[in-house]
């Protein structure tokens, strides 16, 4: 190797092994990371008991006599509002009766009728 490259490819070789070494972490930078990787889980955590939420309200029809706002929320396109209209229409004998009731349209009514039931 000639004499004027040596220099450069030492300098070289110290900014490579320069970039390998690792520093230590601040406590308040490991405090931060694991507060952003516990604020992601939390989001993570909430979806997850959402789509179980939605899962379970599509393999068994929601009661609209007793069903909770939250459960009324998890049906698709229902609104807070319109899920308070419900539950202040009570008692149903049939689902239909949020149509003739004029609670929900028909486009509404059309997206939730497979999900919902009036048990008396």
Not at 45 to 65: M, T
Not at 73 to 88: D, K, N, Q, Y
Request: hydrophobic letters at 35%; glycine letters at 4%; aromatic letters at 4%.
């Amino acid at each position: 190797m000639d004499f004027k490259r040596r220099p450069i490819f030492a300098i070289l070789l110290l900014a490579v092994f320069a970039g390998c070494t690792r520093q230590p972490e601040s406590p308040d930078e490991l405090r931060e990371k694991t507060a952003h990787a516990t604020a992601e889980m939390k989001s993570d955590a909430k979806a997850v008991a959402q789509g179980i939420r939605e899962g379970w309200s599509r393999d068994k029809p929601l009661d609209l006599n007793t069903a909770s706002k939250d459960q009324l929320e998890t049906l698709p396109g229902m609104t807070s509002a319109e899920a308070e209209r419900v539950i202040a229409g009570r008692p149903y004998d049939d689902p239909s009766d949020l149509l003739t009731r004029r609670i929900l349209s028909k486009p509404q009514y059309d997206k939730i009728s497979d999900r919902v039931t009036a048990k008396k």
